[in-house]
């Protein structure tokens, strides 16, 4: 396997973890500044407040784009799995 090829297969890997990981934590980040500016209006600074909201936002997004992560992550394994039967062929 050549070293383009080993860098074409990594950054695809961290394509697919952004993909993975980008839109939990957007939307993690986006509630919880919601949640702060409402704490910080209201003057309620309890920690736990922020948290039962995040995780319904988060498990919605898991819910939402749940298939095509697991798309995405199929056809990256599926090219990985082709590229090491072609390297154990030749």
Excluded at 61 to 86: C, E, K, N, P, W
């Amino acid at each position: 396997m050549q070293e383009a090829e080993i860098a074409a297969l990594l950054r695809e890997a961290l394509l697919v973890c952004v993909k993975m990981a980008g839109p939990p934590l957007g939307v993690a980040l986006a509630v919880g500044t919601v949640m702060s500016l409402v704490q910080a209006v209201t003057q309620v600074n309890e920690q736990t407040l922020a948290f039962l909201p995040k995780v319904v936002a988060i498990f919605a997004t898991l819910m939402l784009l749940g298939g095509y992560m697991m798309v995405s992550l199929g056809d990256y394994t599926r090219a990985v799995m082709d590229r090491i039967v072609a390297i154990g062929s030749s």
